[in-house]
């Protein structure tokens, strides 16, 4: 068969965007063709995807590509997003949406480094440098471009978990390194990996500067700062957006093919369609996924007051308990409920141990204690009394309170008013007949989270479920944790939720921490 001089295609992208490719000869194989598509249209191709092409024979109808003899020299192509690509949200025309990139991470920093393959001649250098060794103990010495591959290369890899790791995690970076190739351990070094550390955390810095010249949002927010030149702006060590509590998608870009104009589009069409008397769920939780970035840039960079944010996304109140949980999810990539109650339960027996070693004790973190365990033993123990107790014994346990924080009100005269200054509350809404002075209500009929004294969530059916989800509302809307409550929090982040940003814990923390993990 003759070679030809021109293999001309049409490639369509996403249902909107077609792009011309030229090639000199037609491709070997399917997968070749592939191969080739995803060098010559990357980003937009950075997913697995399959090709189908309009069969001359049955008048264009689209047909899988499965034998690259049935191309035309001038042929239409349509990329087809695998169904097991796990970012893809969209692979058939029949889909409300086009496919879009909901999230640029999907984990966070792991605790063993994955150390990247480096460029084919660096590779081929440290596999004859870890032989030797081996055998001799000799180092190996690197060229600057040998050595600029290698940070480069680990610097990209770094960035897809962290824009800002901390120095813990760039140390870990570096251990990893020296471990997997330990001919380019240093011989000055106590673990061999120092140097290796430094020039890291400078190739990091090197690296967000590309990426903010380029227009990564997450990097570029923090640029334009104060410098010889611009004196009079802000600090540049000051104020820095960057996630401070293992988020593992703090700011992303807006989707490829969307900006701000598209996006406000969408964010009106949510809110039409929530107003509606039997909204589409499936659309409004794909509209929110597509909207995503559009919300955390409002977030980050705005700090909206969480009623006016809230009458903006009506979304996030309307069938709270999937739409909080789901943006959790895009933030941290952890299911909400299921790793909340996995944590509290498995944790709950010694934890009601040690509230009661506590409790046997004299003082008023005692007595607080006493007072509530003997509430619980009054109670039938079910899976949801036992987590109110634990929840609620345990900012006492941590030597924290707030009054204001563990609300009680009457269902009949509850009054928006009347929390104007409360900042951040549970609020437990009781019925006439049941007293508002018990310090622990195990089998209160509803619930309602407060935040900037606006009841953001009501008919909440349990106490564990309203905590759970003011938790999720607080990573969801970028929040603080309560002024009085820092620890409590804390400690579900970083022991319930496994969320680790690699500041070392606080004293207590660590204490109860070490208590719970003790064998008896």
Same mark, same amino acid.
């Given at each position: ?7 001309? &295609? ?13 090639? #000199?000869?037609?491709?070997e ?10 060098e010559?249209l990357?980003p ?13 024979? =049955?008048?264009?109808? +689209?047909? *899988? ?23 893809? *949200?969209? $692979? ?7 496919h ?5 991470? &999907?984990?966070?920093?792991?605790? #063993? ?19 030797? %060794? ?8 690197? /060229? ?39 001919? +380019? ?6 673990? @061999? ?21 380029s ?36 700011? !992303? ?27 589409n ?8 996924? #597509? ?48 790793q =909340? ?19 046997a ?16 033993? +009054? ?6 009394v ?8 345990? !900012? ?12 009680? *009100? ?6 928006e ?5 409360? !900042? ?6 009781v ?5 508002? /002075? ?6 209160? $009929? ?7 004294g ?8 349990? =106490? ?6 003011? =938790? @999720? &509302? ?7 944790? !309560? ?5 409590? %929090? ?8 496994? &969320? ?5 814990l ?15």
């Amino acid at each position: 068969m003759a070679v030809s001089q021109k293999f001309l &295609l049409r490639v369509h992208v996403t249902t909107d965007v077609a792009v011309k490719v030229s090639l #000199t000869k037609r491709p070997e194989s399917v997968e070749e063709l592939i191969t080739i598509l995803r060098e010559k249209l990357n980003p937009r191709l950075d997913f697995e995807f399959t090709l189908q092409y309009e069969d001359p024979d =049955f008048d264009g109808q +689209l047909t *899988c590509l499965l034998d690259i003899q049935e191309l035309p020299e001038k042929g239409t192509l349509k990329v087809v997003r695998s169904e097991s690509d796990v970012s893809s *949200c969209a $692979s058939s025309d029949t889909d409300i949406l086009p496919h879009v990139p909901l999230a640029q991470r &999907l984990k966070c920093w792991p605790d #063993t480094f994955p150390v990247p393959t480096f460029s084919y001649e660096v590779e081929h250098l440290l596999e004859e440098g870890n032989r030797a %060794f081996e055998m001799s103990g000799k180092h190996l010495r690197l /060229t600057r471009a040998q050595k600029h591959n290698i940070l480069e290369t680990m610097a990209s890899v770094m960035h897809t978990f962290k824009a800002y790791p901390s120095d813990r995690d760039v140390g870990l970076a570096a251990e990893a390194l020296v471990t997997t190739h330990p001919c +380019l351990k240093e011989p000055g070094s106590t673990n @061999g990996s120092y140097g290796w550390k430094t020039s890291l955390k400078f190739k990091m810095g090197n690296y967000r500067t590309k990426l903010a010249r380029s227009g990564c949002v997450e990097v570029s927010v923090n640029a334009g700062r104060r410098s010889v030149n611009n004196p009079e702006r802000e600090h540049p060590h000051s104020n820095i957006k960057r996630a401070r509590r293992a988020e593992v998608n703090y700011l !992303p870009n807006f989707p490829r093919g969307e900006d701000q104009v598209s996006l406000e589009d969408m964010r009106v069409q949510i809110k039409n369609e929530v107003e509606k008397t039997e909204p589409n769920k499936v659309m409004i939780e794909k509209l929110m996924q #597509t909207t995503f970035a559009l919300r955390r840039h409002e977030i980050v960079q705005d700090s909206p007051m969480v009623k006016n944010f809230l009458e903006k996304w009506p979304a996030l109140r309307f069938d709270s308990q999937v739409s909080i949980c789901a943006e959790f999810h895009r933030v941290t990539n952890i299911n909400l409920r299921n790793q =909340f109650y996995a944590e509290l339960d498995r944790h709950t027996p010694r934890l009601m141990a040690l509230y009661r070693q506590k409790a046997a004790r004299t003082g008023k973190i005692s007595e607080a204690l006493r007072t509530i365990l003997n509430h619980y033993d +009054l109670q039938t123990p079910d899976v949801n009394v036992k987590r109110t107790a634990v929840l609620h014994a345990l !900012p006492v346990y941590l030597r924290e309170g707030d009054p204001e924080f563990f609300k009680t *009100c009457n269902a009949d005269t509850l009054d928006e008013s009347t929390l104007f200054d409360t !900042p951040v509350a549970l609020l437990t809404v009781v019925t006439d007949g049941a007293s508002q /002075t018990s310090p622990v209500h195990f089998t209160s $009929s509803s619930m309602a989270v407060v935040v900037e004294g606006d009841l953001v969530l009501r008919d909440i059916p349990g =106490f564990s479920d309203a905590f759970a989800l003011l =938790f @999720g &509302l607080i990573y969801a809307l970028h929040l603080d944790y !309560p002024r009085k409550l820092v620890h409590t %929090f804390t400690f579900v982040q970083k022991i319930f939720m496994g &969320l680790d940003d690699g500041k070392p814990l606080k004293p207590c923390l660590h204490a109860l921490k070490n208590d719970l993990l003790l064998k008896e």
